[in-house]
């Protein structure tokens, strides 16, 4: 979603070095490459197995490219510092996860309630709910997926454990259905506590707030910043820390002699940037798109 903008925004130069954070199916990646001159250079990364099983099979033969199957939030320990010309993060759930019932991330389609960017690692949504305390899963509702009926919706799910495991999409999603009293238009009742638990498992905000620090470390001078992000949560983080990385330091703020490390590291590019009514209309999972851009201004 939004390739083309992201691209452009990254002002990517024939010879430059550029990360992929989230490389997802491969969409951005292609199109960096394919701005990309022989000596150029891309480093793509993902949590995901089958994301990096698809860019070993799409590019692994590529001089160009480098793999590494791992969370965004380590980019810093792929990169040197100050090198990349330009880095690339498309936050969240990719369409192929989503799209496979398997993963356990939607509730379009019965699986195994899972939810795990990477399988091999960590407990599952399904573990979370049957050992949770409920004030914890209404904790989690509550925060990552704002929904107000995250009591309810953590009551019930205390109640429906004690009699039997819950262990699919279906169950989770007709559980939440009876729980929440009225309906948001044109929203499924469990897409709340689905994000919600996503977020929880994945530790998705924790690791955008390290990965964009990691981020800001491993540009260069002029090297450029594209994130893209789909939900008021993850687009509040990374314009809070933007902003505040485009401001100097406030502790030296009216005062005379700041020291270089308290200046702003990187400038605003632009506004916020969002998905044209064509590409909506392709695909309407790119109507809650937002690409903010900005750019490293001092070493």
Do not use: C
């Amino acid at each position: 979603m939004l390739l083309a903008e992201a691209v452009e925004g990254l002002a990517v130069r024939p010879g430059g070095n550029y990360i992929d954070a989230t490389y997802g199916r491969g969409g951005h990646a292609q199109a960096i490459l394919e701005r990309l001159g022989p000596t150029g250079s891309l480093l793509v990364v993902d949590r995901d197995p089958q994301a990096i099983g698809h860019a070993h099979a799409a590019h692994g033969s590529d001089p160009r490219v480098r793999i590494e199957h791992s969370t965004f939030d380590r980019i810093g320990s792929f990169a040197a510092p100050l090198s990349a010309n330009g880095i690339l993060f498309d936050l969240g759930v990719s369409s192929p996860q989503l799209d496979d019932p398997a993963r356990g991330f939607s509730f379009m389609r019965d699986g195994p309630l899972d939810m795990r960017m990477d399988p091999s690692r960590g407990a599952s949504a399904a573990d979370f709910i049957a050992t949770a305390p409920a004030a914890e899963i209404a904790r989690v509702i509550f925060e990552y997926g704002e929904d107000r009926f995250a009591r309810r919706i953590a009551r019930a799910i205390e109640l429906a454990r004690a009699v039997a495991p819950i262990a699919t999409t279906a169950q989770l999603a007709e559980l939440v259905a009876r729980a929440v009293p009225t309906r948001e238009r044109s929203k499924n009742p469990a897409t709340r506590t689905f994000q919600a638990l996503r977020m929880h498992v994945n530790g998705e905000l924790d690791l955008i707030g390290r990965a964009l620090r990691a981020a800001v470390g491993a540009l260069a001078t002029g090297g450029r910043l594209a994130v893209i992000s789909f939900h008021s949560l993850e687009d509040r983080l990374v314009k809070r820390f933007l902003r505040d990385a485009a401001q100097e330091d406030p502790v030296w703020r009216g005062l005379p002699g700041v020291p270089e490390s308290a200046l702003p590291k990187l400038g605003l590019v632009g506004r916020a940037i969002h998905a044209g009514q064509a590409e909506i209309d392709a695909n309407p999972r790119a109507r809650s798109a937002t690409l903010r851009i900005a750019e490293r201004v001092r070493p």
